[in-house]
């Protein structure tokens, strides 16, 4: 009974979030609350239980990085990039494309893919304008590229960050189980965009002069501020490489890097943390309750050994179903409430494996699907929606079926070149 | 005296209106911000001065002060004519502020605290249906609080 009760909070929580008709905020804390007054959850498990309850590792991961990209992005090195970049192009269009990628897909690993996508998305709007050419191609390549680099890292992706720590995965273990696929994803990507947008690319050369008189040097302001600053993020990303090492959670070092940037950077404590996306961390805790009435109910235990006795020990099959299921799943729901649901069913799979690697290639099949499954529509990321919101605001509409007919194509693309990686890596 | 004595009829937009336009009537009107309402006349936000200039900032440059460093003088004295055919719909936040709204038969002093809680100059005046009936601005308010206090 409490089993049904849990199951029925919780796909109509997910209907309500999936549809958008609620703020998904408010849907996931009514949920939540739910399930803590019908003692489907223990109380205390709410806040102590680190695999039954809220995720803290999760939460302050995010919140330490939320802190240390608030600071970074006032740095305007985003904007002396894009710059730089669209005049060293001249203006010529695939040449710009590519370069707005690869700054997409190098920060998208380091930085959360949003973040980089406010960064990024306003300067090539205001380039595209001086170009008088359409921003919609260059927002959307600069969207999967940030996808697509983002899968690289613990925290590229917020789905990464939710795998990593129910898995115990290390900053390491995603770099070397990773990156590799994702570094011929997106090499192969940005040799495809010559394709995909070939009937989009506009050359104005009467319109370069435009271009050239933007003045990237001025978007720096403190060119210290801005060396201490990437300082402490290098150090920072050293402290998630050594984390095994040093016997130091991810979170720990995201809060104590997030501390030592205000510090050098002095900025102002309440300008800082008016950056932290608050709702998105309660959103976070909550969903990670609702998951917990399922796992303390049974269901997921339930639907666990369903998967077990689908798959036997066809890991190979587990792998791929994994890989593709969360792709399609992913790329029409947010990824998000998917990976925080999924992964303990998948943790369940993974304790039945007979070895620990092949456990592992299952953690990372499913990484890789969910991941790349963030660009099959223009609703199955955060990323997405924002980049298309400021390319509304912007005068620059994209509609769902313009973005959706490209994301499609790179999605299907990204997940076959995964899943070969995934059967010669681990199953060959 | 309540808001229904010293509210003020003033031009409103809709969300449908082009930017261009609301800039022009705050202008004209030397308002100290505009009500934007809905097709039933209902206020759907209120925005002070400063939001309806954010309004005619195009959003690239809005959260980027670098970006707008970066930008040419030439070019930067022409910002606004990048909006084109922008409506005020278009550049409202996905999720605007709640609108300044008083009951007619509110005080001045809730009038006050609420302009002065929700820094917004303009308040709306509404009935019971929610339709807008009139509008208060922070000059008409302190004009009305000077009458009725104790001379010098």
Redesign the interface.
Known sequence: MSAALALAIFVAAYFFIATEKVNKVKVTLVAAGAMAVFALIPGSDVFFSEHEGIDWNVIFLLLGMMIIVGIIK???LF??LA?WAAKKSKGRPYRLMVMLMAITAVASPFLDNVTTI??V???T??IC??LNIPAQPYIIAEILASNIGGAATLIGDPPNIIIGSRAGLSFNDFLIHMAPIVVVVFALFVVFTRVLFRKSFEYHPERVA?VM????R????DPALLRRCLIVLGLVVVAFSLHTVLHIEPSIVALVGAGVMMLVSRANTSDVLEEVEWPTLVFFMALFVMVAGLMHTGVIAAIGTWAIDTFGNDYFSAATALLFGSGVLGAFFDNIPYVATMAPIVEGLVAQAPDPATGQALWWAFALGADFGGNGTAVAASANVVAI??A????HRVSFWQFTKYGIVVTVLSMILAWIYVWLRYFM | MQARDIAVNLPTVTADDPVTKAVRVMAVGRLPGLIVVDDAGRPRTVLPGTQVLRLAI????Q??P??C????E??ADLFWQ?????TVG??LP?QPARPVLVQPDANLLEVAALMARLRSPLVAVIDRDGTLIGAITLARLLTSLAVVGPGD
Do not use: F, K, W
């Not at chain 1, 008189?213 to 990237?216: G, T």
């Not at chain 1, 509304?392 to 005068?395: D, K, Q």
């Not at chain 2, 460093?69 to 040419?72: L, N």
């Open positions: 006032q740095t305007g904007d002396y710059i406010m960064l998305v306003p300067v709007v205001v304008d001086r435009a008189a933007l003045n990237e001025r978007a720096i302001t919101g400021i509304a605001r912007s005068g | 195009p959003e690239s440059y959260a980027d670098a970006l460093r970066a930008v040419d030439s070019h990048e909006l084109g055919n922008l278009d550049c996905s």
